[in-house]
């Protein structure tokens, strides 16, 4: 009950000020708190939220909480203890306000006479006043941090959800440059057997062609030594007819260029270069710099 027997916003006791209901809700806090908290015509419950309208904007049309005064007033009036002074055993009916004192003295406390001092009620009254004045502007600095806090819990949620999706979009790129590499890669070695064996085709043939134009050569060849071997034999000299056409036949073949077909042969067993050297270059330059990440 204790609570409910003082302001929630400045914590005087309802004993010592008028407590107001807010008909909406039904909660009490003192006129001059209510007071401050009207804003065009309309009091927003600092408790449960609720508004409370106020058709002439002032806080006497507000109903008055006389059974939260009354409790108030009876629990002040049993909890009351007669203060004495320990130096003049004299009831405490003043509070001194100098700097070095700042305590409850009687009537007959003379070290006090030069010092100024209030009575204990306007003392009391005083300083809630003062205290209330800077409860209200720490709640404000709290206000203000629990803003800030709140701005910067948000500010981290959104840098969670932005790493999450750039790592998304770099995961996403890289596979595409992955995916290309991958086809690329396809794409060279297709290409590389494709010009192998239409290149192997080609020396096949000039091998088949150079394998044909040997036969004939090695035939001759072995003819011409059969016939040498026969110097002795009369029968020899009807072969120089042969022999004759055999020489022709050779001159023939040894006329043949063999060594450009041999440079046709090397030539064209270096079909393709692959040119990737500067590519390579190019590439690893602009994957160094591919999406170069800024922090605001």
């Known amino acids: ?78 909890k009351q203890k007669t203060l ?26 003379k070290s006090h006479g030069n010092h100024s001092y209030r009575f204990i009620d306007d003392a009391t009254k005083f300083y809630r006043s003062q205290l209330f004045d800077k409860i209200g502007s720490v709640k404000r600095v709290v206000n203000t941090l629990d803003m800030e806090i709140e701005h910067l819990d948000s500010a981290m ?22 995916n290309w590499v991958t086809k690329r890669e396809a794409f060279l070695l297709d290409e590389i057997n494709t010009k ?21 050569i090695y035939s001759i060849e072995k003819q011409m030594l059969e016939n040498y071997n026969q110097e002795n034999n009369p029968s020899y000299l009807t072969l120089l007819d042969n022999i004759s056409s055999y020489l022709q036949q050779m001159d023939q073949v040894l006329n043949l260029d063999l060594s450009a077909l041999k440079s046709e042969s090397i030539k064209n067993t270096r079909f393709f270069e692959l040119n990737h050297l500067q590519e390579k270059e190019v590439i690893r330059d602009i994957l160094a710099n591919f999406g170069k990440i800024e922090a605001n």
Do not use: W
């Not at 804003?39 to 927003?44: M, S």
């Not at 409790?71 to 049993?78: D, F, P, T, V």
């Not at 085709?201 to 134009?213: A, R």
């Open 1 to 78: 009950m204790n609570d409910y027997l003082e302001c929630e916003i400045c914590f005087q006791d309802f004993s010592v000020c008028i407590p107001k209901i807010l008909p909406t809700c039904g909660h009490s806090f003192c006129t001059t708190c209510i007071g401050r908290m009207i804003a065009d015509k309309k009091i927003v419950c600092p408790t449960c939220k609720q508004t409370t309208t106020l058709p002439n904007n002032t806080v006497n049309e507000l109903p008055t909480n006389f059974h939260l005064r009354k409790i108030a007033e009876q629990r002040k009036k049993g």
């Open 84 to 109: 004495l002074c320990k130096e003049h055993s004299k009831k405490l009916v003043l509070f001194c306000e100098d700097p070095k004192c700042l305590k409850l003295i009687c009537n007959d406390c």
């Open 157 to 178: 949620t959104d840098l969670q959800n932005t790493k999450a999706k750039k790592e998304g979009d770099v995961k996403m790129v890289m596979n595409e440059i992955r």
């Open 196 to 216: 192998a064996t239409e290149i192997h085709s080609k020396l096949q043939l000039q091998k088949e062609g150079l394998v044909e134009i040997k036969k004939p």
